[in-house]
């Protein structure tokens, strides 16, 4: 407000907004009189009188973008809409879960079922089968077979990764089973106390698990489902068991949380060749009574390098790791979260991504009522960049044009935004 006028009227300004579709959209009551605190402050920042302002909107999730208003005073897009283009080496909704109908249904078969009696309690005849609700309620309950085959998983994959020396990057586990944080902490408690109990024989379940599991995707069935993969030449087969085995003992020899040392009057992460368990939610910032730190921490620059192996990260969490959070080089996930929202629920894939030099690992873990949304949703993501392509190839104007997204029969199984948001929805 303090700049001199004629100084502004000479300036070009760019407003590039990231996640556009969060805070950026208007989800106030629908009227154009009073309008959300960021919504405003944008809308705003593009009628500065300056030379030219433009303003550029990135989202991997455009429902509310589309569905939100269109009027003039609008922030719905005036010159362009452009989906970009996907690289060829790039693991997306497609890819994994498949589309229906085409020849990639069924996706890349790395995707496992949890099944109910894993779930809740009063659906087990099993007495001594542990459920996730009864983990959620208690850090001494047990872990479900479920849970304890994607950390086993985990195991042998960053194995595998250790095995081949490509390289020395953080590999990672992530489970995701609820927002609440209490849940967090015994869930990351009740695994740790797996896997340092001495009477578990990891070695042998990790055996049987690479036996059964190495199977659902080969060097073959990757380049039939990615025929056009960009990095083919470059995808390495599994090893034998008997040379991941040395590197699953060092993981399990040390099982923490991150250490934290001092060093000239500054704690500093102290980083180790075994398991680093991370809680990573907003109760857990800081260093604790005992000189650990719970959050999620990445080695970087010197502190990688100084490592003799790819580190290791087992994190738990929730809503801190739904959204711009990378995990790095993940190859198992543990995923009960199941929303009513696609752009939710979609930003919460973080399994989404590029995986050169571990193509085969990955591995997911969800119930078959949630991989079934993430189906349709790749259905949908589909469509919409289909209908994009036609859209920008006819040279449309936005204000012209309104992107179809598809919605599911049931609009109370899956939405494609929060209600607030959808005001020109049809």
């Known amino acids: 407000r303090s700049l001199d006028r004629s100084i502004l009227s000479k300036m070009r300004i760019l407003i590039i907004d990231d996640e556009a579709d969060q805070a950026s959209v208007d989800s106030s009551p629908s009227n154009r009189e009073e309008r959300t605190r960021i919504n405003q402050l944008i809308v705003d920042l593009t009628r500065v009188k300056a030379r030219c302002v433009n303003y550029v909107a990135y ?15 609008s922030l719905y897009p005036r010159n362009f809409i452009v989906a970009l283009p996907q690289s060829t080496e790039h693991f997306g909704p497609k890819q994994i879960f498949g589309i229906e109908g085409t020849e990639t249904e069924g996706g890349l078969n790395i995707v496992r079922d949890i099944p109910l009696e ?24 047990g872990l479900p077979p479920s849970l304890k085959e994607a950390v086993s998983w985990f195991l042998c ?7 081949r020396g490509s390289f020395r990057k953080p590999v990672s586990m992530l489970v995701h089973t609820s927002s609440r944080q209490v849940h967090h902490g015994n869930v990351a408690a009740g695994i740790m106390r797996w896997l340092s109990d001495g009477n578990t024989d990891h070695i042998s379940a990790c055996r049987k698990l690479w036996s059964e599991r190495r199977g659902d995707l080969s060097v073959e069935g990757l380049a039939r489902k990615m025929p056009d993969y960009g990095n083919m030449g470059g ?8 040379c991941i085995e040395p590197h699953i003992r060092t993981l399990l020899n040390s099982i923490t949380h991150i250490n934290m040392e001092d060093s000239s009057g500054q ?5 180790h060749s075994g398991i680093h368990i991370c809680i990573d939610n907003c109760s857990t910032n800081g260093i604790d009574d005992q000189d650990q730190h719970l959050r999620l921490l990445y080695p970087r620059g010197e502190d990688l390098q100084e490592l003799c192996d790819a580190p290791a990260f087992l994190v738990v969490g929730g809503s801190t790791l739904s959204r711009g959070l990378t995990i790095e080089n993940l190859v198992s996930t543990y995923f009960l979260r199941s929303g009513s929202q696609m752009d939710t629920l979609m930003q919460m894939g973080r399994w989404f991504g590029y995986r050169a030099g571990y193509e085969l690992l990955p591995r997911i873990w969800m119930p078959v009522a949630t991989r079934e949304k993430f ?4 259905g949908v993501e589909q469509e919409l960049r289909e209908e994009l392509a036609l859209f920008q190839d006819g040279g449309r104007d936005p204000a012209e044009y309104g992107p179809r997204v598809k919605v599911h029969p049931s609009a109370s199984w899956l939405r494609p935004t929060a209600a607030n948001k959808m005001k020109e929805i049809q």
Do not use: C, G, K
Not at 59 to 73: G, I, M, Q, R, S
Not at 118 to 141: G, N, Y
Not at 375 to 378: K, S
């Open 267 to 271: 704690p500093v992460p102290n980083y």
């Open 59 to 73: 989202t991997a999730t455009p429902y509310a973008n589309f569905l939100n208003e269109a009027w003039p005073e």
């Open 118 to 141: 894993d779930l809740r309690a009063s659906a087990t005849t099993d007495a001594q089968r542990a459920s996730i609700e009864e983990l959620h309620e208690s850090e001494h309950a």
């Open 375 to 378: 189906v349709f949703m790749a």
């Open 157 to 163: 994959a960053t194995a595998a990764i250790r095995h």
């Open 235 to 242: 995808v390495q087969d599994y090893p034998e068991f008997s």
